[in-house]
């Protein structure tokens, strides 16, 4: 059974920093990726990361977070710095699991981040 556990939300300053991590377990992770979701609006795309350590970002997060992953843990970090009152969210955690015949999608259960002004 593949499970993605977060961590590492909470409750920070505005300009501050926050490490999210994202442990998989039961399946091997290909891409992953962090989401989203502020109050009263959609999941977004944060970041996202292959297999291969290739990176790509929002441009809302670009310059100020930074995602990583430690492939023998088989977890994916968010490290965010110059934190903004607009990143508050809940953070949602997405992997690709390989599979045959083919990738399965996973979320994890999301952790909050407040960021107060």
């Known amino acids: 059974q593949v499970q993605l556990v977060e961590s590492g939300g909470g409750l920070v300053q505005a300009g501050g920093s926050l490490r999210l991590s994202c442990a998989v377990s039961?399946?091997?992770?290909?891409?992953m990726a962090w989401y989203r979701q502020a109050p009263e609006k959609q999941r977004v795309w944060v970041a996202s990361?292959?297999?291969?350590?290739?990176?790509a970002y929002a441009d809302s997060v670009e310059g100020r977070f930074t995602i990583s992953r430690d492939n023998a843990q088989n977890t994916v970090y968010l490290q965010m710095s110059s934190l903004k009152p607009e990143d508050t969210a809940v953070y949602y955690c997405?992997?690709?699991?390989?599979?045959?015949?083919?990738?399965?999608?996973?979320w994890g259960q999301g952790t909050q981040v407040t960021v107060s002004s």
């Open positions: 997405n992997a690709m699991i390989l599979g045959w015949p083919r990738q399965e999608e996973y």
């Open positions: 039961g399946g091997i992770a290909v891409s």
């Open positions: 990361i292959t297999t291969g350590g290739a990176t």
